[in-house]
């Protein structure tokens, strides 16, 4: 119990895990009936489903988990190759390989470092329901990147487990191009407390701060590659060369505040969590910011006692406020306009490989949103299975109003068959239905297999 152990570290616990080397492969055909496959078919995917109308994927690995962790160090690493087919008539081709894992991790004692391409979710809630974080969601390609932290809560030292801990630094490369610039470098830091430790209820709290720098425009040149730029971007201060860094800030920035109430039992856990973003200063608490109507929020609860229904989420986003309609007018200075994840030199905005990195609801062509998203999953007799519901109504921007609505639906049932080489088989339909996209039904049928090489 915390009322006995000073700081309570996974470590002072009995090991009594083994190590595995697991093999994975899958195969997902896509087909659709509109020019594009339905939304939530490719959203939060990680990139590997296309949107194109008809696609397949083949991806294949190995994997070495995590396991160890009552022990000082504990490694992982993975290498998943995925090569990607799509095409409509009249479209170009969509043919790509690619890395959905490349990377390595290690713990020592209570500091994760990891180098590589591993997806990466920074939200609370149920992460396989949710429409997706604000700041950084499963929708986009993972990127290249180095970071060193604590990646899980950590007690802090004296406080009996009640009060916890977890934050990093990361540096990514984003290697695609767009129509103007290329080499483009992702600073992210971020820290966040816990408290209540093993108590019924927990409250915790994170700020991240996230960044576009560097990088060559075909427009401006240079956008400062050196370690003077990355001070400038790691601080948020104004540089470069361009009249608007240094006015504002040097790069594109992003910070992101999340608060979260967890209420837990055993085997069951409810979380209530809120997340906002701002991309203009002054940077004020979560609530007391310019555009606090803007937001995620959302409740999710899981257990494990009746499978059944495992998972419920509910969530709610609004992006329309963006502290008003004018950053300046008649030489007064209002602040609003926000237009999140677009910036007029990173013109690829907040995105890696044409998906938005964060919320895929939203987009740099449309960043005022107000959308309810709903999602349940669980297991009948062995057939696992995902719903889940987004109705979106899209105001485009405040400088380029474009209304349209969307209603996406999405079911899953995946399932094991030992008979059958101990193969998984998986089947699925969505739909879009509205003015965004067009009225659009797709289904998707999946063969995946996972098992052991060796164990030790």
């Not at 995925?82 to 209570?110: K, Q, V, W």
């Not at 701060?209 to 971007?233: C, R």
Request: aromatic share 12%; net charge neutral.
């Amino acid at each position: 119990m915390y009322a006995w152990n000073w700081w309570p570290l996974p470590m002072a616990e009995q090991d009594t895990c083994r190590d595995s080397l697991l093999y994975v492969g899958a195969v997902r055909a896509v087909s659709s009936s509109g020019t594009m496959s339905p939304s939530l078919m490719w959203h939060n995917t990680n990139g590997e489903i296309s949107q194109m109308p008809h696609s397949a994927t083949i991806s294949a690995g190995i994997i070495k988990p995590a396991t160890r962790h009552s022990r000082w160090f504990d490694y992982d690493f993975g290498v998943v190759l995925s090569g990607r087919f799509g095409g409509a008539y009249g479209m170009p081709n969509d043919i790509t390989g690619f890395f959905n894992e490349l990377y390595a991790h290690t713990r020592l004692y209570i500091v994760d470092i990891t180098a590589g391409i591993k997806p990466q979710y920074w939200g609370a809630g149920d992460a396989e329901l949710s429409s997706g974080s604000l700041l950084f969601s499963n929708n986009a390609h993972p990127l290249p990147r180095i970071s060193i932290g604590l990646d899980r809560w950590t007690p802090i030292p004296g406080l009996f487990g009640y009060a916890e801990v977890k934050g990093g630094l990361t540096h990514a490369w984003a290697g695609d191009k767009s129509e103007v610039v290329s080499g483009t470098l992702i600073h992210h830091k971020h820290i966040g407390g816990r408290l209540g430790g093993k108590l019924p209820v927990n409250i915790s709290y994170e700020f991240h701060h996230a960044a576009q720098w560097g990088g060559y425009s075909t427009i401006y040149g240079d956008l400062g590659n050196d370690l003077h730029a990355f001070k400038t971007a790691f601080l948020a201060r104004s540089g470069g060369t361009m009249a608007n860094d240094q006015i504002n800030a040097q790069g594109n920035h992003i910070a992101f505040q999340q608060l979260a109430l967890d209420v837990k039992g055993e085997g069951w856990k409810v979380s209530a969590y809120w997340q906002v973003i701002q991309e203009d200063g002054p940077i004020r608490i979560i609530g007391a910011t310019m555009n606090n109507k803007d937001g995620l929020w959302g409740v999710s609860a899981t257990q494990s006692r009746w499978p059944f229904i495992e998972g419920v989420t509910y969530e709610f986003l609004n992006t329309t406020d963006q502290s008003g309609p004018f950053h300046d007018k008649d030489g007064i200075v209002y602040g609003g306009a926000d237009n999140y994840y677009h910036n007029g030199i990173y013109r690829q905005g907040w995105s890696y490989f044409g998906r938005i990195l964060g919320s895929p609801l939203l987009s740099t062509g449309n960043s005022r949103v107000m959308a309810h998203h709903a999602g349940i999953r669980g297991d009948i007799y062995g057939f696992k299975y995902r719903v889940m519901v987004t109705h979106a109504e899209n105001y485009g921007r405040y400088n380029a109003p474009l209304r349209s609505n969307n209603t996406a639906v999405l079911l899953e049932v995946r399932r094991h068959v030992k008979e059958a080489l101990g193969l998984d088989f998986g089947f699925g339909i969505a739909g879009d239905f509205g003015s965004q996209y067009g009225n659009v039904f797709g289904a998707m049928i999946t063969i995946s297999k996972r098992g052991i090489i060796c164990d030790w």
